[in-house]
């Protein structure tokens, strides 16, 4: 199992970043997806899920700004984060869990919020 996150960078606060992870070495269309990040000094929070049948769950503090894809076909699955806070710099991490409940982390990419 490989996740390859990408597209981590600064970027002012309002301002709008894609995230994408990679995968392979997997079911991908049948397994759950998800975005979780880690602040310094925080602990890891959820995000956002994208589940094998479509469905979404964002984080409260998300919802409306963030927007979780997946594509079946490239085994991709993005995070489109918009009007992006200070408080959303953080690692952020690529999730794979798998049928048989396996869960596996990609390496993170930064994401800095900042003016």
């Known amino acids: 199992v490989q996740l390859v996150e990408s597209g981590g960078d600064w970027v002012q606060p309002g301002g709008s970043l894609r995230l994408s992870c990679a995968a392979s070495?997997?079911?991908?269309?049948?397994?759950?997806m998800g975005w979780a990040r880690k602040a310094p000094g925080k602990g890891l929070e959820w995000v956002s899920a994208?589940?094998?049948?479509?469905?979404?769950w964002y984080a409260d503090s998300v919802q409306g700004r963030f927007t979780i894809s997946r594509d079946n076909a490239k085994n991709t699955v993005d995070l489109q984060m918009n009007d992006l806070k200070t408080e959303d710099a953080a690692v952020y991490y690529c999730?794979?869990?798998?049928?048989?409940?396996?869960?596996?982390w990609g390496q993170g990419t930064q994401v800095t919020v900042s003016s």
């Open positions: 070495g997997f079911a991908f269309s049948i397994s759950n």
């Open positions: 994208i589940y094998a049948d479509g469905d979404t």
């Open positions: 999730n794979a869990h798998l049928v048989d409940e396996l869960n596996f």
